[in-house]
C-alpha cells in the first residue's frame, strides 16, 4: 500500500541553524500539507500546497518557515533561524481530495532544537 | 478562533464494551470531518471521514454527524485493548486546512 514517507526520523540542529525536512507524497496526490505536534500537545495545522504554491497558511507559519517541490515527488519544510519553541514532531500529510478526501500522514521527523 | 474541542478522558472502558467519542467545531462553514487514531508518539492514522449528516458505519467505528448542533462523534463497537490510543477529531475547512483537536484518550481494560 501506498505510503508517505519522511526523512530523517530525527534531526538535532543548534539554535540558530536552519533545517530542512523531507517528505515524499503518495504518487497520485496532489495536495499536500505540513502539521507539527509538540510534545504532549495537539496537531497543529501550519501549511497546504497545491499545484506548486502554498493554498492556504496558518498564523504559525510565519517567514520563517518556506515550503517547495523542487521536483516531482519531494516536498520540503525549510526552517530558518530555528529557535528552541521549534522542537517538536512535524509531519508531512498528502491528499487526492477528489477521489477520498483524506489526508494521510508520514511516520513524522521529530526535530529538537538545542 | 476557529476550535475543534473533544474531551481529554481518559476515557475507560471495558474490553468488548462500545466506546463513545464526542467532538464538537465552531465552525458552521465546516465541509468535511475526520477521525484519526495516534499511538503514543507515532503519527495519526485515519479511521473514518464522513461528510453527510447522519450515520456512516465501517466495520467496529460508525461516525455521526450533526451539522446542526455542530457535533460530530465516533462509536466502536467490541473495543479491544489494541483499540487503547487517542482519538483526534480533525475538521475541514475547504480542503486546503484541517483543524485537529487535542484528542481523547481511550483506555480499553482486558
Known amino acids: 500500500e501506498p505510503e508517505v514517507t519522511q526523512t530523517p526520523s530525527h534531526q538535532v540542529t543548534q539554535m540558530g541553524q536552519e533545517v530542512i525536512l523531507r517528505c515524499v507524497p503518495i504518487?497520485?496526490?496532489?495536495?499536500f500539507y505540513w502539521y507539527r505536534q509538540i510534545l504532549g500537545q495537539k496537531v497543529e495545522f501550519l501549511v497546504s500546497f497545491y499545484n506548486n504554491e502554498i493554498s492556504e497558511k496558518s498564523e504559525i507559519f510565519d517567514d520563517q518557515f518556506s515550503v517547495e517541490r523542487p521536483d516531482g515527488s519531494n516536498f520540503t519544510l525549510k526552517i530558518r533561524s530555528t529557535k528552541l519553541e521549534d522542537s517538536a514532531m512535524y509531519f508531512c500529510?498528502?491528499?487526492?481530495?477528489?477521489?477520498?478526501?483524506?489526508?494521510?500522514f508520514g511516520p513524522g521527523t521529530r526535530l529538537t532544537v538545542l | 478562533q476557529k476550535e475543534v474541542e473533544q474531551n481529554s478522558g481518559p476515557l475507560s472502558v471495558p474490553e468488548g464494551a462500545i466506546a463513545s467519542l464526542n467532538c464538537t467545531y465552531s465552525d458552521r462553514g465546516s465541509q468535511s470531518f475526520f477521525w484519526y487514531r495516534q499511538y503514543s508518539g507515532k503519527s495519526p492514522e485515519l479511521i473514518m471521514f464522513i461528510y453527510s449528516n447522519g450515520d456512516k458505519e465501517d466495520g467496529r467505528f460508525t461516525a455521526q454527524l450533526n451539522k446542526a448542533s455542530q457535533y460530530v462523534s465516533l462509536l466502536i463497537r467490541d473495543s479491544q485493548p489494541s483499540d487503547s490510543a487517542t482519538y483526534l477529531c480533525a475538521v475541514g475547512q475547504g480542503g486546503f486546512k484541517t483543524i485537529f483537536g487535542a484528542g481523547t484518550r481511550l483506555f480499553v481494560k482486558a
Open positions: 500529510a498528502s491528499a487526492d481530495w477528489e477521489v477520498t478526501y483524506t489526508q494521510y
Open positions: 504518487s497520485n496526490h496532489l495536495y
